[in-house]
């Protein structure tokens, strides 16, 4: 390519370039930079006053041997399970809901989405105090007769717990994008169903189902990832107990750089989480990609 012809290029694209430039600069300083930093440090004995040295597979090696990482590994699995059991149907039932109303549709999505509104701050406060062994819930338990249920200290249901307040703190911004898929489907299938006798369920089935599939795909990928790097919550509410009942792997992450100040073995545990999900990610697109094509 001559050079004439890469000039009148650039001068054609100068503007996009010019404002993608900002967006590239943003990504490389705070998001490729320190994954690039952390893959490096993975081989390394981090010391800041000493300086560093390399390790090779040693912090690997570590990762392995550590009994900690394991159980933070189960009770990670564990809480995924949960989030996709219990959490991922809850968006797509309320996105549903709320699309077949004939009437305060605008309010009712706001309503959906008041608990992202909400300062986290608040909502663990709010949680906190549900939870309470004298708290609301318990009280309504006891009206039925039930017996008082320790919600985070009681190894069977702390995780339980945990996942019952996300789904209500974040089921809202999926709702909208199961909201923003079924607006975009074509009224006419909807009128047409009406006129040949379709009911409610028939309409849902037939229609609006088919017409998000692919967001269910993406949103249980979102879900997975999103899982997997459970950390504000079981801090807040539970610290990772009892007994490191709630321990994830995200958290022992951080209490590995931020407790031990191991950070090597960290960013080994990071980098072996990044080739998980990345492997996640690419098996559940290629699977999406053969179902398409079936």
């Not at 009148?8 to 990504?27: E, S």
């Not at 981090?46 to 040295?53: A, C, I, P, S, T």
């Not at 009206?143 to 996300?166: C, N, P, R, Y």
């Given at each position: 390519m ?5 000039a009148k290029r650039?001068r054609?694209?100068f ?12 990504f490389c300083l ?6 690039a ?6 081989f ?5 006053v000493k300086g560093?040295h390399y ?14 990482v ?6 990670t699995i564990f809480?995924?399970?949960l989030?996709?059991?219990i959490?991922?149907?809850?968006p797509?039932?309320?996105s549903i809901?709320v ?12 309503i959906?989405?008041?608990?992202n509104?909400v ?7 709010m ?6 062994p004298?708290g609301p819930l ?8 039930a017996?008082?249920v ?6 069977s249901v702390?995780?339980l ?5 996300e ?5 809202g911004?999926?709702a909208?994008?199961y909201l923003a898929?079924?607006v975009s ?6 009128e047409a169903?009406e ?5 409610i ?14 967001l269910?795909?993406?949103l249980f990928?979102l879900q ?10 079981h801090?807040?509410?539970t ?6 009942t709630t321990l ?12 031990r100040f191991?950070?090597?073995?960290a ?7 990044f080739v998980a999900?990345?492997?996640?990610s690419?098996?559940?697109?290629s699977?999406q ?6």
């Amino acid at each position: 390519m001559t050079y004439s012809r890469l000039a009148k290029r650039f001068r054609d694209h100068f503007w996009g370039i010019a404002f993608l430039l900002p967006a590239v600069a943003v990504f490389c300083l705070f998001l490729w930079t320190p994954i690039a930093k952390g893959i490096l440090y993975s081989f390394m004995q981090v010391d800041f006053v000493k300086g560093n040295h390399y390790v090779g597979l040693d912090n690997y090696k570590a990762v392995f041997d550590n009994s900690v990482v394991g159980i933070a590994v189960r009770n990670t699995i564990f809480y995924m399970l949960l989030g996709v059991v219990i959490g991922f149907w809850v968006p797509s039932i309320v996105s549903i809901a709320v699309s077949e109303l004939r009437w305060c549709q605008g309010f009712m999505r706001l309503i959906v989405y008041l608990p992202n509104i909400v300062p986290a701050v608040v909502l663990y406060g709010m949680w906190q105090y549900l939870y309470d062994p004298l708290g609301p819930l318990n009280q309504i338990l006891g009206w039925f007769g039930a017996h008082q249920v320790m919600w985070l200290t009681d190894k069977s249901v702390a995780m339980l717990s945990i996942v019952l307040a996300e789904t209500w703190q974040g089921f809202g911004s999926a709702a909208l994008i199961y909201l923003a898929g079924i607006v975009s489907i074509p009224k006419d299938l909807y009128e047409a169903a009406e006129i040949d006798g379709a009911g409610i369920l028939q309409r849902i089935r037939y229609i609006t189902i088919p017409g998000i599939r692919h967001l269910y795909v993406l949103l249980f990928i979102l879900q997975l990832i999103g899982t997997s790097q459970g950390f504000q919550t079981h801090v807040a509410l539970t610290g990772g107990g009892p007994n490191n009942t709630t321990l994830t792997y995200m958290y022992q992450i951080t209490n590995e750089a931020f407790i031990r100040f191991d950070f090597g073995r960290a960013a080994a545990m990071g980098v072996l989480m990044f080739v998980a999900l990345t492997a996640l990610s690419v098996l559940l697109y290629s699977f999406q990609g053969r179902s398409k094509a079936a």
